[in-house]
């Protein structure tokens, strides 16, 4: 069983910058960032493995996933945000290589609680 924690959320304005972090309990080999709107489907945002990062087209040139291995840390870097990208957003982790598509979600074994990120303008 590997534990999911997220930190980093808040409350920014457009155009600004903030940083999640997602601490695992062991680890893992891909790990990902999903978010979610009330009312609408989770949704994935990045990716990264030993094969490399993917991104939602969305995100793509603002937001850069890492992963500190020594520290089983997952990070989001998220530049100019926008009011759209508010969301509760979620780590996520798996064994296997990340999917193809971004926005696959079978696959996942562990999920964080999620961390609420708000954008306004």
């Known amino acids: 069983q590997v534990e999911l924690v997220e930190s980093g959320g808040g409350s920014v304005q457009s155009g600004e910058s903030l940083r999640l972090s997602c601490v695992a309990s062991?680890?893992?080999?891909?790990m990902a960032w999903f978010r979610q709107v009330p009312g609408q489907e989770r949704e994935g945002v990045a990716s990264?493995?030993?094969?490399?990062?993917k991104y939602a087209d969305d995100v793509k040139g603002r937001f850069t996933i890492s992963k500190d291995n020594a520290k089983n840390t997952l990070y989001l870097e998220m530049r100019r945000l926008k009011r759209e990208d508010t969301a509760t957003y979620i780590c996520?982790?798996?064994?296997?290589?990340?999917?193809?598509?971004?926005?696959?979600?079978?696959?996942?074994?562990?999920w964080g609680q999620g961390i609420q990120v708000t954008v306004s303008s």
């Open positions: 990264v493995d030993l094969f490399g990062e």
């Open positions: 996520a982790a798996a064994w296997t290589v990340c999917p193809v598509d971004v926005r696959q979600q079978i696959g996942y074994k562990w």
């Open positions: 062991g680890g893992t080999s891909c």
